[in-house]
Every structure is written in C-alpha cells, then in structure tokens.
C-alpha cells in the first residue's frame, strides 16, 4: 500500500459517513415537488467546512445543484464525484419513518439511504477525509451533487459547461461491482382522436380506444420479435411497454380520445430520433388506423442510454481501488435503469458507476444499506479520488 493510502485510511471515520446519512435522511427532498435546497444548503456547508470552494448553480427556483472543489496544487487530473440529492416519494407500509434513519443490526433504513443519499453521504465523507489526511494532490476532487435525478435529470443536464474531469464517478447502487454502461429511455404519448357517438349507434362514431388497441398490438408485436433481438452485454435487451392508458368519459359513449404512454427502454447504441422513428413507422404501417394516432408529445425522461470502453484505464482504475478495499475483483456490469452518466458521457467525460447496496431494493418500501457498504463506498470514493487526483495531467 502507498503512503497516501495508508493516511488515507487512518483519515476515514466510517460513523461519519453514518451521521452525514443521517441528516440527509432527515430532509424529505421528494421529487415530484423538488425540494432539494434544504440538502443543498447542508452540502454545501459541510463541504465549505471541509475546505471546498462551493457554488450553489440554481437549475429551478428552489432546487440548487451542489458543486463543491477541494483545490489540487495545480496541474493534475480532476475528478468528479456525482449522485443525485432527490429521492422518490416514501409510498405507504413502512415499518418506521421513512425520514428518520433507523439503524437494526448492521443495516440502516430510511427512504433514500442507498438511492442516492448513501453514495452522497460517502462521497462527503471521502472529501472530508482527503481533505483531513493532509495529503498533497496535484488534481482537483469535484463533489457534484444535483437536483432532479428521478424525473427529468434537469441537473446534470444543467451542469456548467466549462464542467471538465478526467473521470465521473456516479453514485448509484452496485452492490460492490462498477458499472460501465446503463440503459436509457424515451417516453412517447400516443394520442388516438376518434368521432364521439351515442354507444347504440357506434357505427356512426369512430372509436378511440379500438384504434389504441390495435396500434398496442402492433407495437408489443414489434417488441416481442424485434426488440429481443437487441442485446447489450451488460444491459439486457431493449424493451417497449404501455404504462398509462386513458380513454372514454362515459358508459354510453363511444369515446373519441384516447392516450397511451410507452415506455421505451434503449440500450446503448440506440439514438433517441432512430427510436422514435421506429415507433411512428409501425403506426404509419396501419392503414386501418386512418391516420387518427400520432405521437403527441414525449415526456422528459433522465436520458439515453451510453457506456465506456471495459479496456478504459479509467476503468481499470475504478476496479483496481474496488479491488483494494473488497479484497476481490469488481465485476463490470450494467444498470438496466436509467442513470444521470449519460450526461458526463455526452461532455466527453470517461464515466463509471458504483455506490453501496443492491441496487433491487430502490423506490421501494423499508429501503436499506448496509454499514459495511456505507463503509467501503467511502474507501473506494476516497481511494478513486486520490488516484485520479494525485497524477500530473
Ligand atoms: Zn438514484
């Protein structure tokens, strides 16, 4: 072990990333209704303390994003740590207060504590301890902590322009293996405009929902026999789903609206446009249609899918630091689900993710992390961060 590993690792407390996850359980930054800025503030005063230079970039009013830089010498690589300061709505049947961090054992639960305010407390936790151990870096740590992550990612999305690094480190459950790719989505409303009738006499109307029914078909079709076909090594296949259907006002009436959300799942590779296209292909394919459904409008989505090469070395590096603190070799995965590394990808930014937990118990009731991970998350950050930072460019 370096020198810089070994102070580094008498810098790092793991209660504290514990007590920092603690106070972020507490603010109930629930997204619909983004209300981040009280963790924001907190960030932020947490990281100024630590020695960062912090700006709070305002992406909505009330919902800044956290940029904190613990200063390098000067001429070193950077750095990004990333993860979200949002959380999903609690939902009904927890067994304690979803926002109040409950420990049992060596788990602590509460809505967020591992999607993401247990890879935020660790990153915090890893800056806090790089910046106590003394070690000189030539590079620069960036903390990016951004609203939004589980709606439209309106946060990365926003991040400065002249936002550059060598590496993005995202902080999204792992369970001990480092991601280097993530699916990515596009959700078009589909809109079906018939002719209103009384429901006795329904030939002299044209029916809405019969029209929907018939474009799904043809879709779900599409899915099952095209779709498949589209294999990611580490991110499954691609997948369409309708996830919201609404259609007809009255028992008696042959409705003339009808409207349907899909659901498209992209793996990397696949372009949004391309994909779109496909969709409204398949509906120009059906004459029986009559030209009555067209995509309406599309609703915003955290982004695409993207990946970085597996042979990277900033992948190599990711794993060799995972490797250093779980005493085993990280496998390379994929997220299925969307994540906000697609925005640093699109910067040029060679991106990775790992955070603490297992990544199955997210958006859902008594969510929980383990002390342990909290604890390795906090070592492999700190050691990822060392390594990038501590290199000349
Ligand atoms: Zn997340």
């Not at 060596?106 to 890893?126: H, N, Q």
């Not at 349907?260 to 296209?277: H, K, N, Q, S, V």
């Not at 067209?294 to 899918?305: E, F, H, M, S």
Request: proline content about 5%; some cysteine; hydrophobic content about 40%.
């Amino acid at each position: 072990m370096t020198e810089a590993h070994k102070r580094l690792d008498e810098a790092i407390r793991p209660e504290r990333t514990t007590q920092i996850l603690g106070e972020l359980t507490r603010f109930q930054s629930v997204n619909p209704n983004g209300t981040e800025s009280a963790v924001a503030a907190y960030v932020a005063k947490v990281m100024r303390d630590a020695g960062c230079e912090v700006e709070l970039q305002v992406v909505e009013p009330g919902r800044p994003n956290v940029i904190a830089r613990l200063k390098g010498t000067g001429g070193g690589r950077t750095i990004i740590l990333n993860t979200h300061m949002d959380v999903v709505p609690a939902g009904e049947g927890w067994s304690s207060d979803p926002f109040t961090m409950v420990q049992k054992g060596d788990r602590v639960y509460g809505r967020g504590v591992m999607d993401a305010k247990g890879p935020l407390a660790a990153m915090m936790a890893a800056v806090e301890a790089i910046a106590a151990s003394g070690i000189e870096l030539p590079g620069d740590i960036v903390l990016a902590a951004v609203v939004d992550e589980e709606a439209a990612s309106l946060g990365a999305r926003s991040l400065p322009a002249d936002l550059r690094a060598d590496l993005a480190v995202v902080g999204e459950a792992t369970n001990g293996n480092l991601a280097i790719a993530h699916r990515g989505s596009i959700r078009p409303v589909l809109v079906a405009e018939g002719v209103s009738a009384h429901s006795s006499t329904p030939h002299l109307g044209v029916n809405a929902v019969s029209l929907m029914a018939r474009t799904l078909v043809a879709l779900e079709d599409f899915a099952e026999q095209q779709l498949t076909e589209r294999l990611h090594p580490l991110t499954g296949q691609s997948t369409l789903s309708v996830t919201i259907i609404q259609g007809g006002i009255k028992e008696s009436m042959i409705p003339d609206r009808c409207e349907a959300l899909i659901d498209r799942r992209l793996i990397p590779g696949e372009e949004e446009a391309a994909a779109l296209r496909e969709i409204e292909q398949i509906i120009a394919g059906l004459p029986a249609l009559d030209g009555r459904v067209q995509i309406d409008r599309l609703i915003p989505t955290t982004g695409v899918a993207s990946e970085t090469r597996p042979d990277h070395p900033m992948v190599e590096l990711a794993s060799a630091a995972i490797e250093r603190v779980y005493g085993r070799k990280p496998e390379l995965t994929g997220l299925t689900a969307n994540c906000d590394m697609t925005h640093f990808v699109k910067r040029g930014i060679p991106s990775v993710i790992y955070g603490p937990g297992d990544f199955s118990v997210a958006h859902k009731v008594d969510e929980w992390v383990a002390l342990s991970e909290l604890e390795n998350a906090t070592r492999v950050y700190s050691s990822i961060a060392v390594e990038v930072a501590g290199s000349f460019r």
